[in-house]
């Protein structure tokens, strides 16, 4: 099945600064990579997501990028601010009905102004 | 977009006792639901999918005689926890797809359970 690593598990940053978590996935079968903020006791939040079929995705400071050949996927957050403060969490999953999202261990993003 | 409710929020229950969580798709119809488990600081981990009209498919290491699910109708599934027990403590989250339009997997907001 599929296995998701996600790295760091922890980043602290400045307001203003620029943000970066990584992904890899192993199923190569897997066609779809969203991102998740989670607030602590609440239920994900999607932020953005996306498709094999395209390289990059960007929704105003948030970015992701998607490498198929190397099965690796990043999000980039630029311009920090300190509500960007949560836990973020990548996925992977193949497009089929009866197919879960498989999780990331989670990165715990700190941003002090 | 999609809603996905679940129930209860919040449950304390005592030792040996079993707990029913229900997850409902509220706007749309959804032949598969999904049940995780999250402990704290610690990421989603998938228990078990749960189909309409069939029996469940558990993931490795998930007992399914501890956790039933019923999946009745292509909008709700339900999750027992059956004689719980302190390390059952969890927030547990369902969620589901929107057959229709698959690629998004809707969340509901979860179930925090303390057993005593």
């Known amino acids: 099945g599929e296995n998701v690593e996600q790295h760091p598990s922890t980043l602290s940053v400045q307001e203003g600064d620029s943000a970066v978590i990584k992904c890899t996935y192993s199923d190569s079968a897997s066609n779809y990579f969203p991102w998740y903020k989670q607030e602590l006791g609440k239920r994900p939040q999607l932020i953005i997501d996306?498709?094999?079929?395209?390289g990059e995705k960007k929704d105003q400071r948030i970015a992701v990028t998607l490498n198929k050949t190397a099965k690796h996927f990043s999000l980039h957050i630029t311009e920090t601010q300190p509500e960007d403060s949560a836990v973020y969490f990548c996925a992977a999953s193949k497009n089929q009905a009866g197919t879960a999202l498989i999780f990331g261990k989670g990165t715990t993003l700190s941003v002090s102004s | 977009g999609a809603v996905v409710s679940q129930h209860p929020s919040w449950v304390i229950c005592k030792s040996g006792t079993s707990v029913k969580i229900e997850c409902r798709s509220l706007d749309f119809q959804a032949t598969t639901m999904f049940w995780y488990r999250q402990f704290p600081k610690q990421s989603l981990m998938l228990m078990a999918t749960s189909n309409e009209g069939s029996k469940a498919t558990y993931e490795q290491g998930v007992e399914k005689d501890k956790f039933l699910i019923n999946h009745a109708s292509l909008t709700l599934s339900t999750l027992t926890v059956t004689s719980a027990h302190p390390e059952d403590s969890s927030f547990y989250i369902c969620?589901?797809?929107?057959?229709?339009?698959?690629?998004?997997?809707?969340f509901g907001a979860g179930t925090r359970l303390s057993v005593l």
């Open positions: 969620s589901a797809r929107d057959r229709g339009a698959l690629w998004i997997q809707y």
């Open positions: 996306i498709r094999s079929n395209v």
